[in-house]
Nanobody, 121 residues
Framework: QVQLVESGGGLVQAGGSLRLSCAAS?????????VGWFRQAPGKEREFVAG???????TSGDSVKGRFTISRDNAKNTVYLQMNSLKPEDTAVYYC??????????????WGQGTQVTVSS
């Protein structure tokens, strides 16, 4: 079965950096038709953060452009989210997802359990 396991979340001060990892099993991140990161803050809907295609083309949400970068390591079957210049409003549970049907959308086949990112001011 497919399993996505996030790691790397935690508490960081504003302006700091974190790198989230999503280790996949049961699928190859290199060949999946849509892999990405999403986040959900309390009282808000789930938000698209960044996505990457099988060809390594990537896109990101407007709120994180210039600060967050998605990448993958095919040998490790792992997707990363490098988060720089973090702001308190970035505080959320971050989810890895695969099998996403549309660019920027939240309709995905598989989801990880989520990892908490908290940015203090």
């Amino acid at each position: 079965q497919v399993q996505l396991v996030e790691s790397g979340g935690g508490l960081v001060q504003a302006g700091g950096s974190l790198r989230l990892s999503c280790a996949a099993s049961g699928l190859h991140v290199q060949y999946n038709y849509g892999v990405g990161w999403f986040r959900q803050a309390p009282g808000k809907e789930r938000e698209f953060v960044a996505g990457i295609s099988w060809s390594a083309g990537s896109t990101s949400g407007d709120s994180v452009k210039g600060r967050f970068t998605i990448s993958r390591d095919n040998a490790k079957n792992t997707v990363y989210l490098q988060m720089n210049s973090l702001k308190p409003e970035d505080t959320a549970v971050y989810y890895c997802a695969a099998g996403c049907h549309t660019v920027g959308g939240t309709l995905c086949e598989y989801w990880g359990q989520g990892t908490q990112v908290t940015v203090s001011s």
